[in-house]
């Protein structure tokens, strides 16, 4: 990962309502775009912004650690499992959904959102992940089988979770194999 992903990115913190919010994500998960949520700290840590010590340090800020207080995922290689409850996000579904023929459309957008999450704990760069990306592409090259984002593999734990929150109707089939 280079760090031009970062580039002429900066932070706005707004305060808004639950449906607001909810709007906000919606719309960048409409365009496809990338965000990461970052816990604002009252007044904390001010300096550290503005002392410039350089690209790469600035990069790692971006990252959010693994807790290794936790066992690794072995779908997702978070610690704890990025759909461990103590990676909670404000957009996780708190009850399940009706089944329903849009839920794919929703799962999607969830997908996407979970996409982020890994992105900031570098899962997509891990040698582990680009191995099974590999033999997964061997298998399925015009990756029609697997459920994708933005060209990377939705790990087993994550789909499971998204396909719990919005299910199909009990005769209709899920669109892409899990892989594992
Ligand atoms: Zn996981």
């Known amino acids: 990962m280079d760090d031009s992903v970062n580039q002429g990115k900066s932070i706005l913190a707004l305060e808004v309502t639950e449906e607001q919010k909810e709007t906000i994500y919606n719309l960048f998960a409409h365009h496809n775009w990338d965000y990461k949520e970052i816990e604002i700290k009252e007044n904390k840590d001010e300096n550290k912004e503005t002392n410039g010590a350089g690209n790469s340090e600035d990069f790692d800020d971006f990252l959010i650690e693994q807790n290794d207080n936790f066992e690794e995922c072995p779908y997702c290689l978070c610690k704890p499992c990025i759909t461990h409850e103590h990676n909670r996000q404000?957009?996780?579904?708190?009850?399940?959904?009706?089944?329903?023929?849009?839920?794919?459309?929703?799962?999607?957008?969830?997908?996407?959102?979970?996409?982020?999450?890994?992105?900031?704990?570098?899962?997509?760069q891990d040698p582990r992940y680009l191995e099974r990306k590999r033999a997964a592409l061997r298998q399925d090259p015009r990756r029609r089988n697997y459920v994708y984002h933005r060209r990377d593999l939705m790990p087993k734990c994550v789909i499971e979770l998204v396909r719990s929150w919005f299910p199909n109707l009990p005769n209709v089939p899920y669109m892409g194999h899990m892989w594992e």
Request: aromatic fraction near 20%; glycine fraction near 0%; charge should be positive.
């Open 90 to 124: 404000m957009w996780w579904e708190s009850e399940i959904q009706m089944a329903h023929i849009r839920n794919s459309s929703l799962r999607k957008t969830d997908y996407k959102r979970f996409w982020t999450n890994l992105f900031h704990r570098n899962v997509w």
